[in-house]
């Protein structure tokens, strides 16, 4: 199957930017996409981008694509404690009946 | 309000019973999942149905069982069998698109094993 990787943990100073980074194996990705967890709850979907895109910007969120180094990134501009969660990084390879890959998530913890 | 419910958000079981997980969705979607998640670690795929009354092991099945008997209800039983069964459990249900398969998930139900 496929391996989706994160480093667990990020610090960051409220204010500044976030980067989190994803990398994947399986280079016939269609889809890859940013899902935000609060404590205790579900995913919730923040973006995901299609794999003939190299970037996707939507309002905070930036999401680069690298396909030739199979890395993602999504980027918080002006991070706040809200932003304070888990973040998982999933891919869809095709033919593989819709299912996706999940990384371990990155925990990240704003700081006042 | 269209959305994906979970019940009940705690549930706790002793050893050796069986428990079953609701999950319902309203939103007309064709396929369902559900995830298992432990601390530390991604999601793990236990069951996932893209049709009434079909439904395909993922890659954590053993212990575990479902049904799909209505498009918008994917009850997950897990069984005495299942040696670890204290997770959180995560329901998620998808419209299966041409253009890719964005899945939508519910709120979680947290078992404990006493």
């Known amino acids: 199957g496929e391996d989706v990787e994160q480093s667990l943990f990020l610090s960051v100073r409220e204010g500044d930017s976030s980067v989190i980074n994803c990398t994947y194996t399986?280079?016939?990705?269609?889809?890859l996409y940013w899902y935000k967890q609060e404590p205790g709850a579900g995913l919730q979907l923040l973006t995901y981008?299609?794999?003939?895109?190299d970037m996707k910007q939507d309002q905070r969120l930036t999401v680069l694509l690298n396909k030739k180094d199979k890395h993602l990134s999504l980027r918080i501009a002006d991070t706040q404690t809200g932003d304070s969660a888990i973040y998982f990084c999933?891919?869809?390879?095709?033919?593989?009946?819709?299912?996706?890959?999940f990384g371990a998530g990155t925990t990240v913890t704003v700081r006042a | 309000d269209g959305g994906i419910t979970q019940s009940p958000k705690y549930l706790f079981r002793k050893e050796g019973q069986n428990v079953t997980l609701s999950c319902e969705q309203n939103l007309n979607h064709d396929a369902m999942y559900w995830y298992r998640q432990d601390p530390g670690q991604g999601l793990r795929l236990i069951y996932y149905s893209q049709i009434v009354n079909d439904f395909q092991k993922g890659d954590i099945a053993e212990g575990y069982s479902v049904s799909r008997e209505k498009k918008e209800s994917f009850p997950l039983t897990v069984t005495s069998a299942q040696k670890n069964p204290t997770a959180f459990y995560l329901c998620?249900?998808?419209?299966?698109?041409?253009?890719?398969?964005?899945?939508?998930f519910g709120p979680g139900t947290r078992l404990t094993v006493l």
């Open positions: 999933a891919e869809e390879a095709p033919g593989d009946d819709y299912k996706l890959s």
């Open positions: 998620a249900s998808s419209p299966l698109a041409e253009w890719g398969d964005t899945q939508y």
């Open positions: 399986d280079s016939s990705s269609t889809y």
């Open positions: 981008i299609f794999s003939n895109m």
